[in-house]
């Protein structure tokens, strides 16, 4: 077979299965009307069809630049009641078959792309982006690294950043080069105002698991540099990558860090005991100056001052990179035994792993580390997360354990006022219709903890709850930055909430990596929001299904499924739904959102006036309730107000006159400054 370099396009139609399934004449006219626009515009731009299966379509072209406009000529076609249609492209090396098909990495690529453009969206690979003229690079979105199903690496990605019909208009350029001209010269400055994001000038550091001289010295080592990382993560003139990302890394793989995860500095060391006290050799290195080191201190302590060198180590590189440091090398709290420091060191480990046994576990060693070293500060604070997340997890003792994560994050904050995750576990506590309490602990724990990405989160989730979904999506994005390697699903479905569904499903496409209840949730959620009932079906599948999915809620989704693919499988399913929310109230919000979406907004209404009769006030339904565009029916109807009156929202953004993002819409057909209750 000859190999060649290629711009290989491929193209889809969206809902093809769900429309055969109501309309088999109506889908076949639909795919004919696509293959007929694929044809004519691959004739039009030098491509050649090398593949028709059903509804897709592959083609190829001797250029980066003849397939980009192949593909926007493409969707401009289509975008007045045409077929929807999903585009991906990618330049790569190809291998032709005697009968003229395309097969290798570079046709794989571009099948996988397509599969995470948004409906009638484009989204291509930096292969294709980089051999394009300038012009045209301005009217592209970098979306980032995603990680493709089946793939070992990553691509950045980019879409489009404008809207189809002046893009589309590149295939003019040899014939009218003076109004094209005056087009891209106008986007172009839009985009670079409101599209390309500056530079950060606040540089990130990683710091990576330091090493131990003896295996008994492991977790010592480790848990020092995760100290490094907590405070490092107060310093205001530095950034600092998350754990769960940098932790991923080891010494030997410095370029590797600073090209993952974006990092100019990497800080590494080694522990090993000498003369009976612990030394660590502590050092800063700029990645991109070819790993020259920039700041290197070995520091002497006892075991028992553990916190003190991590300490110095944190001032040490804020002084490197900032030139400044706001970290108190003789903090109050820095001396703990070596057993408490132990203690502590494994219980964050279990807390941060967040399963119940594991959390248990956590509990027990840290209440030891508090009992070995009552001003310990951190100790206290990892305490009373654990026991506010297994609280969450064991209903039964739900209140037994949020009593003690009060008197626990309470201690912590006496003993060093500015804990930032104490503050946070805080807002935790706080009741659910405390909006202004909660808001105030965690703006106060990003003021003292600018770059912790866990602290950014929990922000971010709050804002989202109150309405706010542009505030959150700067702090995920924040967050997303300082642990790119998370799953990020909260930010999938903001960007989902906002409308950016290619960069939603991109995000998503990376989450799918990880294995998990939460991940196989978005996913078959989002399936269905594209109509995607054979890619949710497939989910549903017990051998794809994480091994800890509920049953039940199995069952739930899949007559969820069912209901919205047939109009007969409704009834059943609204029922299934109302007696799941009755039997466990905890899910009242997904209730009243399917039974909405499933087409019966007054028996959604009814549920939740029924549930918030019987809570009172433990019961508030959150701002995003319906933010995703699915859901917007919901969001529509006047009754959604007094969801966000009885959960104290309305009160709230009347009381400080910041309305949240959906009030602005146009098409409500309510007035939120209007509205009584």
């Given at each position: 077979?000859?190999?060649?370099?290629?711009?290989?396009?491929?193209?889809?139609?969206?809902?093809?299965?769900?429309?055969?399934?109501?309309?088999?004449?109506?889908?076949?006219?639909?795919?004919?009307?696509?293959?007929?626009?694929?044809?004519?515009?691959?004739?039009?731009?030098?491509?050649?069809?090398?593949?028709?299966?059903?509804?897709?379509?592959?083609?190829?072209?001797?250029?980066?630049?003849?397939?980009?406009?192949?593909?926007?000529?493409?969707?401009?076609?289509?975008?007045?009641?045409?077929?929807?249609?999903?585009?991906?492209?990618?330049?790569?090396?190809?291998?032709?078959?005697?009968?003229?098909?395309?097969?290798?990495?570079?046709?794989?690529?571009?099948?996988?792309?397509?599969?995470?453009?948004?409906?009638?969206?484009?989204?291509?690979?930096?292969?294709?982006?980089?051999?394009?003229?300038?012009?045209?690079?301005?009217?592209?979105?970098?979306?980032?690294?995603?990680?493709?199903?089946?793939?070992?690496?990553?691509?950045?990605?980019?879409?489009?950043?404008?809207?189809?019909?002046?893009?589309?208009?590149?295939?003019?350029?040899?014939?009218?080069?003076?109004?094209?001209?005056?087009?891209?010269?106008?986007?172009?400055?839009?985009?670079?105002?409101?599209?390309?994001?500056?530079?950060?000038?606040?540089?990130?550091?990683?710091?990576?698991?330091?090493?131990?001289?003896?295996?008994?010295?492991?977790?010592?080592?480790?848990?020092?540099?995760?100290?490094?990382?907590?405070?490092?993560?107060?310093?205001?003139?530095?950034?600092?990558?998350?754990?769960?990302?940098?932790?991923?890394?080891?010494?030997?793989?410095?370029?590797?860090?600073?090209?993952?995860?974006?990092?100019?500095?990497?800080?590494?060391?080694?522990?090993?005991?000498?003369?009976?006290?612990?030394?660590?050799?502590?050092?800063?290195?700029?990645?991109?100056?070819?790993?020259?080191?920039?700041?290197?201190?070995?520091?002497?302590?006892?075991?028992?001052?553990?916190?003190?060198?991590?300490?110095?180590?944190?001032?040490?590189?804020?002084?490197?990179?900032?030139?400044?440091?706001?970290?108190?090398?003789?903090?109050?709290?820095?001396?703990?035994?070596?057993?408490?420091?132990?203690?502590?060191?494994?219980?964050?480990?279990?807390?941060?792993?967040?399963?119940?046994?594991?959390?248990?576990?956590?509990?027990?060693?840290?209440?030891?580390?508090?009992?070995?070293a009552p001003g310990f500060d951190r100790a206290w604070a990892e305490l009373a997360g654990a026991q506010l997340i297994l609280a969450d997890l064991r209903p039964a003792d739900a209140e037994a354990l949020r009593l003690a994560a009060a008197e626990n994050a309470a201690q912590a904050l006496r003993l060093n006022p500015e804990n930032a995750y104490a503050m946070a576990v805080k807002a935790g506590l706080e009741p659910p219709q405390a909006w202004a309490a909660r808001r105030a602990w965690l703006d106060q724990a990003v003021r003292l903890a600018p770059s912790d990405a866990q602290v950014l989160r929990a922000r971010a989730r709050l804002l989202s709850q109150m309405g706010y979904l542009h505030a959150a999506l700067e702090d995920l994005l924040a967050a997303q930055a300082l642990d790119p390697l998370d799953a990020q699903l909260l930010l999938a479905w903001t960007r989902e909430a906002l409308g950016r569904r290619t960069e939603a499903r991109a995000g998503l496409a990376r989450a799918a990596q990880r294995q998990g209840r939460a991940v196989w949730n978005t996913r078959f959620l989002f399936a269905l929001f594209d109509g995607d009932h054979a890619g949710a079906a497939a989910l549903l599948d017990p051998r794809v299904r994480p091994s800890e999915t509920d049953e039940r809620m199995a069952g739930l989704f899949a007559a969820t499924a069912a209901g919205l693919r047939a109009r007969s499988q409704r009834a059943e399913a609204i029922a299934s739904w109302r007696a799941a929310a009755e039997r466990d109230p905890a899910l009242t919000d997904d209730a009243v959102l399917m039974i909405s979406w499933l087409g019966d907004r007054d028996a959604a209404f009814a549920l939740a006036d029924r549930q918030m009769a019987a809570q009172g006030e433990a019961l508030a339904f959150p701002a995003d309730l319906a933010a995703a565009p699915a859901f917007r029916d919901l969001l529509h109807d006047p009754r959604y107000l007094q969801l966000m009156a009885h959960s104290g929202l309305l009160g709230y953004w009347r009381q400080t006159g910041i309305w949240p993002d959906f009030c602005s819409d146009p098409r409500l057909p309510y007035a939120c400054d209007g509205a009584t209750g």
């Open positions: 077979m000859d190999r060649k370099l290629a711009a290989i396009v491929s193209v889809d139609m969206v809902g093809y299965s769900s429309l055969s399934e109501k309309d088999e004449n109506a889908a076949i006219a639909s795919v004919d009307q696509v293959r007929a626009a694929v044809m004519a515009l691959c004739l039009t731009h030098q491509g050649r069809l090398f593949n028709k299966a059903g509804d897709g379509f592959m083609a190829e072209f001797g250029s980066a630049l003849s397939a980009v406009r192949f593909a926007t000529a493409l969707l401009r076609r289509l975008s007045h009641g045409g077929p929807a249609v999903r585009i991906g492209a990618h330049l790569g090396e190809v291998r032709t078959t005697p009968d003229g098909d395309l097969l290798g990495h570079g046709v794989n690529v571009a099948a996988r792309l397509m599969q995470l453009a948004a409906p009638r969206g484009l989204l291509l690979s930096e292969a294709v982006r980089r051999p394009l003229p300038q012009r045209v690079q301005r009217l592209l979105r970098a979306q980032g690294p995603v990680q493709l199903d089946k793939m070992s690496g990553t691509v950045n990605v980019h879409g489009l950043a404008g809207k189809v019909g002046l893009i589309a208009r590149l295939r003019l350029a040899r014939r009218r080069p003076w109004a094209l001209a005056l087009g891209l010269g106008t986007v172009a400055a839009v985009a670079a105002v409101s599209v390309w994001p500056r530079p950060d000038p606040i540089p990130l550091v990683a710091v990576l698991p330091f090493e131990a001289a003896t295996s008994d010295m492991a977790a010592t080592a480790q848990g020092l540099a995760d100290d490094v990382i907590t405070s490092l993560a107060s310093e205001p003139g530095l950034r600092v990558a998350a754990r769960a990302s940098s932790f991923q890394f080891t010494g030997e793989r410095r370029r590797e860090v600073g090209r993952m995860l974006r990092a100019r500095y990497v800080l590494d060391g080694a522990v090993r005991l000498a003369d009976g006290r612990w030394s660590v050799n502590a050092q800063l290195s700029e990645v991109g100056r070819g790993s020259s080191v920039v700041w290197s201190e070995t520091v002497l302590a006892e075991p028992g001052m553990a916190g003190l060198a991590q300490r110095q180590i944190a001032a040490g590189v804020a002084q490197a990179i900032a030139g400044s440091t706001r970290t108190s090398v003789a903090a109050a709290a820095s001396s703990a035994s070596e057993e408490a420091l132990e203690l502590y060191y494994a219980g964050r480990e279990g807390r941060l792993r967040r399963g119940v046994y594991d959390l248990e576990q956590a509990i027990a060693l840290l209440t030891r580390a508090t009992d070995a």
